[in-house]
């Protein structure tokens, strides 16, 4: 446990290198390494973003949808009617809770690359990779069998092993109350 708590509290630039993973980052050594991330990517490219914000809560694309987040936004009209990059800390915990920081890395790159995609999309009057994002969303309502006002996403395996073992404790139960069942 000491070493667990220790890895929790390392100095900001010993992480890095560690063998920490995403769920053990605090909000602040992620923010480290979204600065470096966005630091990262030629300033031609980040023209026009008025602001790059990381925000600590994680951002469900829906209540109804679970285990989809959203791990970043666009806002061509976010704070004072300019052009913002949102990531969600929480997102990224929820969706990688097991990756290393190298592979975290990577995926803050790709998101905030992904959210500069529109920014460059929206700027040129095309929505290509808003029809990307969309298609996607439709394929992962398929593979889980979401359906529109469903209260779930239709294959919620630790539901349903939920749902069984209460059918066995019901009928262990009721065999036992009927005398059907001897132990």
């Given at each position: 446990?000491?070493?667990?708590?220790?890895?929790?509290y390392?100095?900001?630039?010993?992480?890095?290198?560690?063998?920490?993973?995403?769920?053990?980052?605090s909000?602040?050594?992620?923010d480290?390494?979204f600065?470096?991330?966005?630091q990262?990517?030629?300033?031609a490219?980040?023209?026009?973003?008025?602001?790059?914000i990381?925000?600590?809560?994680?951002?469900?694309?829906?209540?109804?949808?679970?285990?989809l987040?959203?791990?970043?936004?666009y806002?061509?009209?976010?704070?004072?009617?300019?052009?913002?990059?949102?990531?969600?800390?929480g997102?990224?915990?929820?969706?990688?809770?097991?990756?290393?920081?190298?592979?975290?890395?990577?995926?803050?790159a790709r998101?905030?690359?992904?959210?500069?995609?529109?920014?460059?999309?929206?700027?040129?009057?095309?929505?290509?990779?808003g029809?990307?994002?969309?298609?996607?969303?439709?394929?992962?309502?398929?593979?889980?069998?979401?359906?529109?006002?469903?209260?779930?996403?239709?294959?919620?395996?630790?539901?349903?092993?939920?749902?069984?073992?209460?059918?066995?404790?019901l009928?262990?139960?009721?065999?036992?109350w009927?005398?059907?069942?001897?132990?």
């Open positions: 446990m000491a070493a667990l708590i220790y890895d929790l390392m100095p900001i630039d010993d992480f890095k290198n560690s063998d920490l993973r995403t769920s053990m980052l909000f602040d050594q992620f480290e390494l600065k470096e991330e966005l990262a990517i030629p300033d490219f980040r023209e026009g973003i008025s602001q790059f990381l925000e600590e809560r994680e951002h469900r694309h829906s209540k109804y949808m679970r285990g987040y959203t791990l970043g936004h806002m061509p009209r976010g704070h004072f009617g300019n052009p913002v990059v949102i990531l969600y800390f997102s990224f915990t929820k969706a990688f809770p097991h990756h290393r920081i190298a592979d975290l890395r990577l995926e803050i998101t905030i690359t992904h959210e500069l995609l529109h920014h460059w999309e929206n700027r040129s009057g095309i929505d290509l990779l029809d990307e994002d969309r298609q996607k969303l439709i394929e992962w309502k398929l593979q889980t069998g979401y359906t529109e006002g469903s209260n779930a996403t239709g294959k919620n395996y630790i539901e349903a092993a939920l749902f069984v073992y209460l059918v066995f404790v009928v262990a139960v009721l065999s036992r009927m005398g059907l069942f001897i132990l």
